[in-house]
């Protein structure tokens, strides 16, 4: 059975702080994306990741695929409130998880 | 140049109606989908298409079904709904799946009762 798992499920923390979400995939795949979500709200694209090594870097978030740990990861740099949302990666279009609720506290 | 709509944005049905949910953008993309999210979870697929006159079906296409006469439309059709397909629905398109943005719709509320 295919999994795509996120951890944590829920993180909180300060203003200016540094984390990480992790995403661990059961097979294979040459496509890794991220997404987010405010509340009530529709998706946003954030990145796709396409090979082994692959980083990309947006504002204050970075992503990263490691296809042979099948994991990629979601690095908040000095984290700020707009940052709160829910964050999910998905494993090409078809499966996501459950995702990650942030909450950044000012 | 409105993006991905979605209507309606609301809708409440009874045990055994039906419905169409409509999606319509106007990127000229190829690649449209349909996905449903319950409540605290993420997407699942439910059908996608590559192109007009193609579509497939995702990880949960029971109970559903679509059609792709045009690039710009991509309904999903709920025959005999359940009170399990209570859910929010996102239709979704991107113009090529390695380079391009997926964009998505506001999103469809669906209460089965």
């Known amino acids: 059975e295919l999994k795509v798992e996120q951890n944590p499920l829920f993180l909180s923390m300060q203003e200016g702080k540094n984390y990480t979400i992790y995403c661990n995939y059961s097979t294979t795949s040459d496509r890794l994306y991220w997404y987010r979500q405010d509340p009530g709200k529709s998706l946003e694209s954030l990145f796709v990741l396409l090979s082994n090594g692959a980083v990309k870097q947006e504002g204050r978030l970075m992503a990263s695929l490691d296809t042979k740990a099948r994991l990629s990861t979601l690095h908040i740099t000095a984290a700020v409130h707009d940052l709160s949302a829910t964050y999910f990666c998905?494993?090409?279009?078809?499966?996501f998880g459950s995702g990650t609720k942030l909450n950044v506290k000012p | 140049n409105a993006g991905v709509t979605q209507t309606p944005k609301f809708r409440i049905l009874k045990i055994g109606q039906s419905m169409t949910l409509q999606c319509t953008q106007d990127m000229n993309h190829n690649y449209m989908y349909w996905y449903r999210q319950d409540p605290g979870m993420g997407l699942k697929l439910i059908y996608y298409s590559v192109g007009a006159g193609i579509t497939d079906k995702g990880e949960v296409p029971n109970g559903y079904n679509v059609s792709r006469s045009t690039t710009e439309d991509f309904p999903l059709r709920l025959e005999l709904a359940a009170p399990s397909q209570t859910s929010v629905y996102f239709c979704a398109s991107e113009g090529e799946p390695s380079t391009d943005t997926q964009y998505f719709g506001p999103g469809t509320r669906l209460t089965v009762l």
């Open positions: 998905a494993l090409g279009k078809f499966y």
